[in-house]
């Protein structure tokens, strides 16, 4: 059976609706590519199917393009872009009903995948547009099926409304209530694209994408004062090795455990890692807990069990470090002063000079270096390519450049004059948004800077790039205020807001779990549910939602004219008595009847009677009175 | 007859299926992920699924079946099921599937209003003809479930016997040859009456009809000719064969606006008469003979 233009551009649209969650998640390339495709498909089977050939050779090619994007690695991203590209290709061969139904429903799938790899509430909002448009088209679907006219779109729109109206209770009840599982039965495949954001290596200009990227990272609420500005290092991956370019590689996995004494009073705080898909988790420096799902290594940071492939929620606390790891073995040692050989002469002889010059102090030697920073370098990200000595370039002849280029330099010059060092990459800084009050750390915070190991004192942080541009690092600076559009200042509150509401979302919507499930109904003193009740509740709750619904189907059943209704009532009320009214029976007659069995209600019987003949056959205008009446009247205990 | 929630069946269509394995699907993976918004996307399906079940059984109960009948037809000619449907409530009802068999046509109902389908019933043989379960379906809103229900005609359905194609004219034309063809001009020779159906089609005034709009018959008050007397025991044969004939003149007779008897055998002698319940009265004991022995 085939369906006229109108219903086939209705498709068309619902597919469109569905696709555009998913493409916003997609790289552009590959999005444009999909619709390019969609838009030539659609046209090109408009009036006639395309030869079955041709669309087989189009679809290997959407797979062979899709695949080649993503440099033929599988990962959850590339399967979502296959999805879309398959979806692009079905409208040249969609004919018949069944065709078009089995489109809405694969198209129904681009929404769900879409949650793969984005769980936020503008996803949401696209998602719910696309299962109404998908709904409406279906009802289009059954009319044109059905033989009569398709209503208009506001009609279908108005009945969509109302089924998912009527499904609501029970889609909530189960929401709510169907058993979360603890760990998933099977893993989420990672995605093929890896995201700008924190690495095991980092080599200058890495980072530049990320450092332009204003989403938000993380979001800490601390429970008690939070640090000073001055404080807030978010501790990630930790650097030893340089090749000249590149720093890379963590401590090894069996190095002893650092131990940190604690110098002051420690932060209590929850954090909320938006998915990054690493395992890094960037707490406060320095972590002192290890929460559960999490370990510490060696170099001090913590990484997840799973990589986070979705919002998660921390529960952690942290200390101002002192005595970090006092004392250092060999191999460690060495490890944090190897420097690759014949590079960099000029920051070589600098770093003798000062070593000489101070007699191998290292308080000496760092307090030069900063010294040295400080006169002669300055912040930009906008930093000149550097040559094939990258820490003499930027030294001596750019002298321009950001937190890689200067936590680099930094280490190298501290190696160099024989103290150890290394680089530690995180997070620096962070906003307070007013609303909410809750601090947010953005990716565009991402920061490297530098340890350097001081004999009694442990690994001690040395940020130079704070030291030139402290208001850049700590989130001082005005224009760094998100939301900000040049120097206009009015969408900042909106921005507040907004990411407030996203906390929100992320805390009641994504951060449901099997845990928070467990505690549902802690409100009522039950401080643990177990599987069983939980189900038990499931299946309340579902009957008592599908009692709702079927409420409101005896309801459509029911008299829609309040007067007949009343009148009805009143017929029931009388079968007790075995006087019940026969369908065909006139109201008048029925008095009668009833009059002569009962004598004592014969008078006002005849009289309601009477009314309700004039009101229904006849304009009267005591309709509601009459109602009334009818309602409150009863037949006498026992008449006989 | 009333079509109430225990008349109405709802099952999934296929496709109903297919939509509640995507949905499940959609759920198990939700779970799994623990991806809340996959969670919800899918249980709206699941619900608004549930709920188009609901409105799918909406559209059928409640309908008032008000009467269904047909007027009798030569066998072999498709019977026109007229079945008249009302509704009480205000839910309009559209698109219901009315079908016998594979043959089926479109009701809609307004609310608070009536609403009637014709739906073709084949024949093959005189006599009554038991028309079976006729099926009022509706798989909207969504085509994820299809309501039915079943109804029957209160009484059996006529089927007349087949009037030989090419009969010879009436036993008495030959002898009596006074016999006069009918006028069918002129307007003062006859009298006009509202058509009515089965009036044979010769008889529609069409001039008049176009004059007051609707179908206007030409009746003879004191029908012209003299009457014919139609024996089955006057025909030499074959059992169905002079069922056949007869019903042939008795349309004959009829159309030349005569005057004309019918006897069977083993029954009183039907007229003479004409018109169109004598008409009906003679097709009627025609298409009622038994069946011949041995057959």
């Known amino acids: 059976m085939a369906f006229d233009p109108a219903t086939r551009r209705m498709l068309l649209a619902t597919l469109a609706i569905s696709l555009a969650p998913l493409l916003l998640q997609l790289p552009g390339t590959v999005a444009l590519a999909v619709i390019a495709t969609a838009l030539l498909m659609s046209l090109a089977g408009w009036r006639r199917p395309l030869p079955g050939a041709i669309k087989l050779a189009i679809a290997a090619l959407a797979v062979a393009a899709v695949m080649a ?28 009903l069944r065709d078009a139904r089995s489109l809405v429903g694969f198209s129904l799938f681009a929404p769900f995948s879409t949650f793969l790899l984005d769980q936020g509430p503008v996803s949401m909002l696209l998602a719910l547009l696309s299962l109404v448009a998908a709904l409406a088209t279906l009802q289009r679907l059954a009319d044109v099926e059905s033989g009569i006219e398709a209503g208009a779109l506001r009609e279908h729109l108005s009945r969509v409304g109302k089924l998912l109206a009527l499904g609501l209770p029970l889609t909530m009840a189960a929401f709510w209530l169907f058993p979360r599982i603890g760990s998933p039965l099977w893993g989420v495949p990672d995605r093929a694209a890896a995201r ?89 420096d320095f972590p002192d807990s290890v929460p559960d799902g999490a370990i510490r290594t060696p170099d001090g940071n913590l990484l997840a069990r799973q990589s986070l492939q979705s919002v998660t929620r921390w529960r952690l606390r942290s200390i101002p470090a002192a005595r970090f790891q006092a004392s250092l073995p060999a191999f460690e040692r060495r490890r944090a002063l190897a420097l690759p050989p014949a590079t960099n002469p000029r920051a070589r002889q600098l770093a003798m000079q000062w070593r000489t010059q101070t007699g191998g102090n290292p308080v000496a030697i760092v307090g030069r270096a900063m010294s040295m920073v400080n006169a002669e370098l300055a912040y930009s990200l906008a930093a000149p390519p550097l040559g094939r000595d990258a820490v003499d370039d930027f030294l001596f002849v750019t002298q321009t450049g950001y937190c890689e280029h200067f936590s680099s330099s930094f280490v190298f010059l501290m190696r160099a004059a024989g103290v150890p060092a290394r680089v530690v990459t995180g997070y620096a800084g962070g906003y307070l948004n007013p609303v909410g009050d809750y601090w947010i750390v953005r990716n565009s915070d991402a920061h490297a800077w530098a340890e350097v190991w001081l004999a009694g004192r442990g690994w001690v942080r040395v940020d130079p790039t704070a030291a030139v541009a402290p208001e850049r690092i700590f989130d001082t600076l005005a224009d760094r205020q998100p939301g900000r559009i040049g120097s206009f200042e009015g969408l900042a509150g909106l921005w507040n807001a907004a990411d407030w509401m996203r906390r929100g979302w992320n805390d009641f919507v994504l951060g449901f779990d099997a845990q928070r499930q467990s505690r549902l109904l802690r409100w009522l003193g039950v401080q643990r549910l177990d599987g069983g009740s939980l189900v038990a509740l499931l299946v309340l709750a579902t009957v008592l939602a599908l009692g709702w619904m079927l409420w409101w189907l005896s309801r459509g059943e029911r008299e829609r004219d309040p007067l007949l209704r009343a009148w009805h009532g009143l017929s029931a009320r009388y079968r007790r008595h075995g006087l019940a009214r026969a369908p065909s029976e006139a109201a008048g007659d029925w008095a009668a009847r009833v009059g002569l069995a009962r004598p004592a209600e014969k008078a006002q019987l005849e009289s309601l009677a009477t009314r309700f003949g004039e009101a229904r056959y006849a304009t009267s205008d005591e309709r509601d009175a009459l109602i009334r009446d009818i309602r409150r009247f009863r037949p006498g205990r026992d008449a006989s | 007859m009333r079509l109430d929630r225990r008349r109405v069946y709802v099952l999934p269509t ?70 008249a449907c009302s509704v009480r409530d205000a839910r309009p009802r559209a698109g219901l599937r009315t079908g016998l068999g594979v043959e089926s046509s479109t009701l809609s109902v307004p609310a608070t209003g009536g609403g009637i389908v014709t739906v073709p019933l084949p024949t093959e043989r005189r006599g009554w003809q038991d028309a079976g379960r006729i099926e009022i379906s509706s798989i909207r809103p969504l ?25 010879p004219s009436l036993p008495d034309a030959a002898l009596s040859g006074t016999r006069s063809r009918p006028h069918f001009s002129g307007e003062d020779l006859h009298l006009l009456r509202d058509y009515q159906p089965g009036d044979p089609i010769r008889t529609i005034a069409w001039k008049p009809s176009a004059r007051h709009g609707q179908l206007m018959s030409r009746t003879w008050e004191h029908p012209h000719g003299d009457e014919v007397e139609l024996d089955w025991h006057a025909l030499a044969l074959p059992h169905e064969a002079r069922i056949s004939r007869l019903a042939r003149w008795v349309e004959m007779a009829e159309r030349e606006g005569r005057r004309y008897a019918l006897k069977l055998p083993m029954q009183p002698r039907i007229g003479p008469g004409s018109g169109h319940d004598h008409l009906h009265a003679c097709l009627r004991a025609l298409a009622l003979m038994p069946e011949a022995h041995g057959h």
């Not at chain 1, 200009?205 to 990320?210: A, I, P």
């Not at chain 2, 039915?148 to 009037?163: A, E, F, N």
Request: aromatic letters at 10%; hydrophobic letters at 45%.
């Open chain 1, 69 to 96: 994007a993503f440099d033929f690695r599988m990962g959850r991203d590339t399967g979502c872009a296959l999805l879309a590209a398959m979806l692009a290709v079905k409208p040249a061969e969609t004919r018949s």
């Open chain 1, 196 to 284: 700008a954001g924190l690495s095991d290596s980092i080599s200058p200009g890495d980072w530049l994408e990320l450092m332009a990227d204003d989403r938000t990272a993380l979001r800490v609420r601390f429970f008690g004062p939070p640090p000073t500005r001055e404080s807030l290092y978010w501790r990630g991956p930790v650097l030893w090795d340089f090749d000249g370019r590149t720093w890379s590689g963590a401590a090894p996995a069996n190095a002893t455990m650092p131990i940190a004494e604690t110098a002051g009073a420690g932060w209590d705080y929850e954090l909320e890692a938006e998915p990054s898909e690493q395992r890094y988790l960037t707490a406060l």
């Open chain 2, 14 to 83: 296929r496709f109903g299926f297919f939509y509640m394995a995507l949905a499940l699907t959609m759920c198990i993976g939700a779970l799994n992920y623990n991806n809340n918004p996959a969670l919800l996307l899918g249980l709206s399906l699941i619900g608004a699924g549930l709920a188009s079940l609901l409105y799918a059984h909406l559209q059928l109960s409640g309908l008032q079946v008000d009467s269904i009948g047909a007027e009798p037809v030569p066998a072999g000619q498709p019977l026109q099921l007229r079945i």
């Open chain 2, 143 to 167: 085509g994820l479930a299809r309501a039915w229900s079943w109804i029957r005609p209160d009484q059996p359905l006529l089927v007349h016997p087949t009037p030989e194609a090419e009969a």
